[in-house]
């Protein structure tokens, strides 16, 4: 074998894992939701919250299912309910008013058009102080059949609706988002969802935002001012807002992952777990 066939084999070899290696130290966050809803692992607070200061416990609105899940044990919203897991972001999610990057990774289990109750649905929000100073969400359309899925980064109010117009009534083009008519959703298997934040604040560079589905880019939010206003202790990452289905393995990065990061993330036989 030539000395270049070799050099090429040992690094077919080596870059998943090299690969692992970058997706480890990058990694923040992660709730395997195998015993508990407060993470795993966090750079920063690990506790589940109902609300600001109060302790999340499983109830009738979110339940812990200790072998549905997708690696291990899951969380399973039965119906639409009033409590909301939400993490702290502080030393977490890294929000800034220089130049914020982020990913977060999902996997989640339903099908939309029956699973979901009347209304909008966001199963992961990202939030600050007021959503008129930023908001960040993964939605299930309302108003379609079949249900569009969507990743919206809305960031100070003035900016995206200078006429003050309802979110519902905006025409899709006019809205920060990336829209999935045809989502791959179903209750009989797991679906991964991953987005990226690249240069919010950051005045010298283009921002930017990435949508993925089974490690596979649908789309990116390009050519917005995504200037927020965010005091950053508030910022939170919120789930199951009028969500009903499964969700698991959720997992926060301190940068926006690659294309190639995103499905060696989605194509982990541990998941996130195995990073570790």
């Known amino acids: 074998m030539s000395t270049i066939k070799a050099i090429t084999l040992v690094f077919c070899l080596l870059s998943p894992l090299l690969g692992q290696d970058s997706l480890k130290s990058s990694l923040v966050f992660h709730a395997s939701f195998d015993s508990s809803l407060d993470a795993d692992f966090s750079r920063g607070d690990k506790t589940s919250y109902s609300k600001k200061g109060v302790p999340c416990a499983p109830n009738q609105d979110v339940k812990l299912d200790l072998k549905g899940g997708k690696f ?43 699973d979901l109750e009347p209304g909008y649905c966001d199963p992961v929000q990202i939030t600050g102080d007021d959503t008129k100073k930023g908001y960040i969400f993964l939605e299930f359309s309302k108003d379609e ?4 899925f969507r990743y919206a980064v ?11 117009v309802q979110w519902a009534d905006l025409p899709f083009e006019n809205r920060p988002m990336v829209q999935v008519a045809k989502p791959p959703f179903t209750r009989d298997t797991w679906t991964h ?30 050519n917005w001012d995504l200037t927020f206003g965010w005091d950053p202790a508030s910022v939170a990452l919120v789930l199951g807002a009028s969500y009903v289905g499964h969700q698991d393995d959720l997992a926060v990065f301190n940068r926006a992952l690659t294309d190639a990061e995103v499905d060696q993330l989605y194509k982990l036989e541990g998941g996130v777990s195995s990073l570790k």
């Open 72 to 114: 291990g044990g899951c969380i399973h919203f039965p119906k639409k309910g009033a409590t909301r897991p939400q993490y702290s972001g502080v030393n977490m999610l890294g929000y800034n008013d220089k130049s914020w990057n982020t990913t977060v990774s999902i996997w989640l289990r339903l099908t939309p058009d029956e």
């Open 145 to 148: 059949t079949p249900r569009f």
């Open 154 to 164: 809305r960031p100070l109010f003035h900016i995206w609706n200078p006429t003050n």
């Open 193 to 222: 969802v991953v987005f990226t934040l690249s240069n919010v604040n950051n005045k010298s560079a283009k921002p930017t935002g990435g949508l993925f589905i089974n490690g596979k880019l649908q789309g990116r939010l390009e």
